[in-house]
């Protein structure tokens, strides 16, 4: 980590907030507890126990992996069904495989994101391929779900395969931190990926005892998890780490700084920053299903068990 990368960033744009910006505070930092999905490999939950009026439209992100597979180890997920919003999966290290039954799907390496806007409801799978549960290797990505406004959770499904090369690449005013812009805009320039909902999504690298102000919209949330490595958040300095979620309050601008000292395995501060326009509506989330109220949770249950949010394909039972 990272696979995308470049080695001089001072050839790069470089991203600065402006002069008299106001920096968010830190209102608080979580740790991420650690479970297990789909098939089992292993996740830290990143927004556990934060409350969804600070997530808002964002309404959870898992950490998968870091783990190095031994042979036949690893490990995705079985079909399943989705309504009501959209996942994001950005890869770092390894291989995923995703089908869907509206006809979407690809292979996403290192650096590579997909991104699923499940809409009226599907049915997908993702997995690894089997070149990589034959040998083994290093897995670890990011998914991220992002809650669609009620006008929009029955739109059709749709697949977006946003390959490494075409992320944003951007740096600091010093070239201290390497930005990939995956989603939305800053400063002027603008990520790949196609959102209905407004948000910003970068992945950070910071170099040791480098620090970055970003320029932030006002109406937007403020969240960062760090993928590894440890630092500070807001101009307070608030200490985090890999595997913790820092929540940020009211501002137009993002600070994030490196410690001096950095682990061997991660000699950089990795953080993911995310940014969206709440929706401000109510939010009911049942297992793969998220909605307004209940009796549409039911109905997607209902849909789910009578076959209409798709079929398997044939060639892949």
Do not use: C
Request: glycine share 14%; no cysteine; proline share 8%.
């Amino acid at each position: 980590m990272p696979a995308v990368t470049i080695e001089n960033p001072l050839t790069l744009p470089r991203v600065a907030a402006p002069a008299g910006a106001r920096t968010r505070p830190v209102l608080t930092v979580n740790t991420a507890p650690s479970g297990f999905e789909g098939e089992g490999f292993p996740v830290r939950r990143a927004f556990a126990g934060i409350a969804y009026r600070h997530l808002d439209p964002f309404i959870m992100m898992d950490q998968m992996g870091e783990v190095e597979y031994a042979p036949g180890e690893p490990k995705g997920t079985p079909w399943h069904p989705h309504r009501g919003f959209e996942t994001v999966t950005y890869l770092l290290d390894g291989t995923f495989v995703h089908r869907d039954s509206h006809g979407g799907g690809g292979v996403i390496n290192d650096g590579d994101t997909q991104w699923m806007t499940a809409g009226s409801g599907l049915l997908h799978i993702e997995a690894p391929p089997e070149s990589l549960v034959m040998s083994g290797g290093l897995f670890h990505g990011l998914q991220l779900w992002v809650n669609l406004p009620k006008s929009d959770k029955m739109m059709a499904p749709r697949y977006q395969d946003i390959g490494g090369g075409r992320v944003k690449l951007l740096t600091s005013a010093d070239g201290g931190a390497l930005l990939r812009l995956i989603a939305g805009d800053i400063d002027g320039h603008q990520g790949p990926g196609v959102t209905h909902t407004p948000i910003t999504m970068i992945h950070v690298t910071v170099s040791p005892g480098a620090e970055v102000t970003l320029p932030w919209r006002a109406d937007f949330n403020g969240l960062a998890y760090a993928l590894a490595g440890r630092g500070t958040a807001g101009a307070e300095g608030r200490p985090f780490h890999m595997g913790q979620a820092v929540v940020f309050g009211e501002g137009d601008a993002l600070t994030i700084r490196a410690d001096e000292s950095q682990e061997s395995r991660s000699p950089n501060f990795e953080v993911v920053l995310l940014g969206g326009l709440p929706i401000r509506e109510p939010m009911m989330h049942y297992g793969p299903f998220v909605m307004n109220t209940h009796a549409e949770l039911a109905q997607a249950f209902e849909d789910f068990q009578a076959g209409r949010l798709g079929t398997i394909p044939a060639d892949a039972l």
